[in-house]
């Protein structure tokens, strides 16, 4: 729910629940004052009526009382209290039942005691609380309405400048060179905002250059010593006196050498993906660099006597050549090298979609950690960072990649984006 | 007199010794490429500017035990001191150097007109630096870590590039290589070699007398961007291959196994 949507959810809760508990205590003070006014109205009546009778000397008829009903009653009761009471009363004259306001008590008259009751229509008052409630009513709905308004139009042009700046963060390229410029704002809030995310941006922007040349300069400081080993092995390998069991020793060193270099190489290649610092998009055809990796792999195929069958059509996409190079041997490496003795590889290339597809372990991999960094199987001998750089150079591309394994093949599924119309 | 005429005999006889067919290595309608082979073994004068003094020492021990003559230095202000006082028929200049980028180097020699080839040895393996390297006049472009003999052989290939005209071989021995038709023959009979074992061949006349890793061989052939150290198998077999041609030419056995490490080109 947008921002508004919660102001205006809590402002109208808020707002109608004053309202109702407001409504009800202007209800119960009204009845409160308007039968006070009834208790005092009716007191002077019965003063009135008692004044009536030491004047006069004989009760107050029905015709004395205006609209008042009054009835006298003999009892023997010697003692009681005069009270109020609300009651109902039946209008003979207009058919139909009334509230009414009464008051009861005992009067003397001829050493005679008397049950008094008068009553008095409360109609008029309830007319008022009618009257009362209908306009607190559509004063409700008034305010609910305003509110509504006032929240929908002026808190959204309120907030535009929210929305610009949000926009603003979500076109940020770190990579790009240009600074973030914002609107000026009236409102305090925006401003400091707006400073803040052109700060931020700012710091962003020179820790992303840092890193930048961090890794530019990571590369550098750990493959000069590689450098150095190999330099120095390749010398050292000139020495006749060294016998077979040192040189094999070297063989390894050499090997451990060509793993390090590769998993800084790989390692920086992740940085440099990830950070789209690879921009030499060119438009080319698939099918050559992948009939071109296919020579490429020839001898390493044979050795493992690994039956190839192709399946290729032209499909002309646009990247970079490097990347696309990268991606196909870390795919074919990877079906190369954990294929068996024997075994088949199937490469599939149509407009929609680039697959490849090898024989190996009878197990299939788990399809949500197989393209993790340095995740490798139990005998391989890569850097553990192949898949994964494939899966960022797809990423890279919005190339969908996906694994499964069906009839005991592995198989790796490059989904094409809808082809580009060459001009 | 007599000292004088024995000497003149002795003149005389290595005279006819370097010239006469028999003692020639190749056949008089060679001469040509006997000159242009003088032209090919001819001592090279190189400028290794690298700021380690471990690699800038070892590649100098390897590339002058063919009789070149290896200088180095370790910033710009030195190389730039040396270019300017000598001529240079090889550069290798490091990018990342203590005192600026290599590239300033490039600058220098495009600026006075100076034609030395150059091959840059770097550690940073990016595009950019590769495609401003070579568009500011580099020659080669090399990723550190290489093997020396893969740098041997790059400074052998540019030097015959820049040195190539219509009759361009390269002859060892009785093997003679025509690089502009890349065709082999041995005893003057050619022999019909696979792109792999020629060069494969070329590399190891570049580096012959040198024993050489498999996986040294190994990059130089399939690029170090094929991941297979794990399986030098197929080596073996083209190797097998190449050694079985030239034996079948009648061509010595050049090609030795050094157990457990890699194989050596050497005439004896």
Known sequence: MKLAGHYNKASIIVSVSVLITGAIIYFFVINYIARRQF??????????????????????????????????????????????????????????IEDRRAVKGLLRYNNQNYLFTISVSKESTEYLIQIITLITLALMTLLLIILFITNRYILNDLWKPFYYTLNKIKLFNISDDSELQFQTNKVDEFREMNSAVAEMSIRAKTDFHNLKSFTENASHEMLTPLAVITAKLDTLIQDERLNAEQLTHINDIYASINKSTRLNQSLLLLVKIDNSLIKDDEVFNLQEAVNEKIQQFQELMQSKNISVTTHLQDRVITASKY????????????????????????????????????????????????FDRFLKGKNSQGTGLGLTLVKSICLYYKFNITYSFKNSMHAFIIDLPVATTNN | MIHIKG?????????????????????????????????????????????????????????????????????????????????????????????????????????????ETVLIITARNSLDDKIKG??????????????????????????????????????????????????????????????????MLLYFIANKSKVISKSAIAEHLWGDEMDMHDNFDFIYTHIKNLRKKLIDANCKDYIKSVYGIGYKFADA
């Open chain 2, 7 to 115: 000497f003149f005999i002795i003149y005389k006889y290595r005279q006819i010794k370097y010239t006469h067919p028999q003692y020639l290595p190749y056949h008089p309608s060679d001469l040509l490429q006997y000159q242009k082979l003088y032209l090919i073994k001819k001592q090279l004068k190189l400028l290794i500017i690298e700021d380690e003094q471990g690699l800038r020492e070892n590649i100098t021990s390897y590339l002058n035990e063919d009789g070149n003559i290896c200088e180095g230095c370790g910033n710009c202000t030195d190389a730039i001191d040396k270019l300017a006082a000598y001529n240079y028929d090889c550069v290798l200049l490091d990018i990342g150097l203590p005192d600026g980028e290599g590239f300033a180097i490039l600058e220098y020699l495009k600026n006075t007109r100076k034609n």
């Open chain 2, 134 to 199: 070579l568009y500011m006049g580099a020659d080669d472009y090399l990723t550190k870590p290489f093997h020396l003999a893969e740098l041997k052989a790059r400074i052998a290939a540019i030097y015959r590039r820049q040195n190539a005209n219509s009759n361009n071989n390269l002859i060892f021995n009785e093997i003679i290589i025509d690089l502009n038709g890349r065709t082999v023959s041995v005893n003057h009979t050619p022999i019909i070699l696979t792109r792999k074992e020629y060069d």
């Open chain 1, 39 to 96: 208790d005092s109205d009716l007191s002077e009546e019965v003063s009135e009526v008692l004044a009536y009778i030491n004047y006069r000397h004989h009760l107050p008829t029905r015709t004395d009382f205006d609209e008042d009903e009054a009835t006298f009653v003999k009892t023997g009761l010697k003692k009681m209290d005069t009270y109020f009471f609300d009651t109902v009363y039946y209008n003979t004259k207009q058919k139909r």
């Open chain 1, 323 to 370: 990347l696309t190079d990268i991606l196909l041997n870390n795919l074919f490496s990877n079906a190369v090298r954990h294929n068996n003795i024997n075994g088949q590889l199937h490469i599939i290339l149509s407009s929609s979609q680039f697959i490849i597809k090898n024989t190996g372990d009878i197990t299939p991999l788990d399809n949500n950690s197989v």
